[in-house]
């Protein structure tokens, strides 16, 4: 699903609503930490932003999460497709396993799956907290596949990185996010993962 843009608008949101005082302050502190989930996100901006500390800092940032989860599950659920993934998935779930693996919360992935209807079309679902490495592998082993037979797609450093670590083949969506020393395939739309396929491992859909 296209939901980065859904995201990113939800921490403006947020901080433009909640602490217009420091709008410009919390804004950049979220662009200095990109790999920062929600949680750590929200507790680092009202430790070092808003200069809470203890149980006040964490009671702030909880209920800047739930406001976050808020604002978002409704809107992923109604975001359009990146285009061409649906279809995608769908001819390679008659062939292979599908895997995915989220940073969202986990009980927030399952329900935006589970309301867009498409639960069926994985074979394993993971949401945060995540090692995205160790869930990859532990993915290979119970379906007996080789690193080298074995396709992640992501739109994330992180994501990169937890394929380079795992061993396997990362195609990066282009998603607005950099993949920092990453010279192989970066797309705009999974229509352009199709002859990748073909040209890497030989699967024709």
């Not at 804004?27 to 929200?42: D, G, I, Q």
């Not at 990146?82 to 396993?97: N, R, S, V, W």
């Not at 082993?141 to 990362?170: M, N, Q, W």
Request: charged fraction near 25%; proline fraction near 5%; charge should be negative.
């Amino acid at each position: 699903m296209d939901s980065n843009d859904v995201k990113e608008q939800a921490f403006l949101d947020i901080f433009h609503k909640e602490a217009p005082a420091h709008y410009d302050a919390l804004v950049e502190f979220h662009n200095a930490n990109p790999f920062l989930s929600r949680s750590p996100t929200m507790l680092g901006c009202a430790k070092q932003i808003l200069g809470l500390e203890g149980d006040e800092a964490k009671e702030l940032a909880q209920a800047w999460v739930e406001l976050y989860t808020k604002l978002t599950r409704q809107r992923v659920m109604d975001c359009c497709y990146i285009p061409g993934a649906k279809e995608l998935i769908e001819d390679l779930k008659k062939q292979f396993p599908i895997l995915l693996a989220s940073a969202t919360p986990e009980g927030e992935v399952m329900k935006i799956v589970e309301a867009r209807g498409i639960t069926k079309l994985f074979d394993s679902i993971h949401g945060a907290p995540i090692d995205k490495t160790k869930v990859i592998q532990e993915f290979m082993s119970k379906h007996d596949c080789k690193p080298e037979e074995f396709l992640y797609i992501g739109d994330s450093e992180l994501d990169r990185i937890a394929s380079r670590d795992a061993g396997v083949y990362f195609i990066g969506m282009d998603q607005g996010k950099e993949f920092p020393g990453f010279v192989g395939p970066v797309v705009a739309d999974h229509y352009a993962i199709r002859p990748l396929l073909t040209e890497t491992f030989g699967v024709q859909l």
